[in-house]
Nanobody, 122 residues
Framework: QVQLVESGGGLVQAGGSLRLSCAASGSIFIINNMGWWRQTPGKQRELVAAITSGGSANYADSVKGRFTISRDIPKSTVHLQMNSLKPEDTAVYYC????????????????WGQGTQVTVSS
């Protein structure tokens, strides 16, 4: 199966920046799309940004103009550049890959990272 490893979370002051990265490995796969989600206690997980293998991106209204998602297909990596961070951006951030897993069964599967904490202080 595909494993996702996230990095780049941490503590930052409001107005600061962080860059999250997520690398996929462990199988032979074809990437369909990738995304970043976030979750805070007591709330549903929400989609922050998503990008297709072709590079088409979309964003939650709350992060438009501040966050940028990018991908490196040969490296099976997705990034989330977060600028002008606000305290309300505080959450655990999860990356996802939707891939066709050629080793597992040839079907399309969604894989999730373990989550990385982002804390924005006011």
């Amino acid at each position: 199966q595909v494993q996702l490893v996230e990095s780049g979370g941490g503590l930052v002051q409001a107005g600061g920046s962080l860059r999250l990265s997520c690398a996929a490995s462990g199988s032979i796969f074809i990437i369909n799309n990738m995304g970043w989600w976030r979750q805070t206690p007591g709330k549903q997980r929400e989609l922050v940004a998503a990008i297709t293998s072709g590079g088409s991106a979309n964003y939650a209204d709350s992060v438009k103009g501040r966050f940028t998602i990018s991908r490196d297909i040969p490296k099976s990596t997705v990034h989330l550049q977060m600028n002008s961070l606000k305290p309300e951006d505080t959450a655990v951030y999860y990356c996802t890959f939707r891939v066709r897993d050629l080793v597992r069964d040839g079907a399309t599967h969604d894989y999730w990272g373990q989550g990385t904490q982002v804390t924005v202080s006011s």
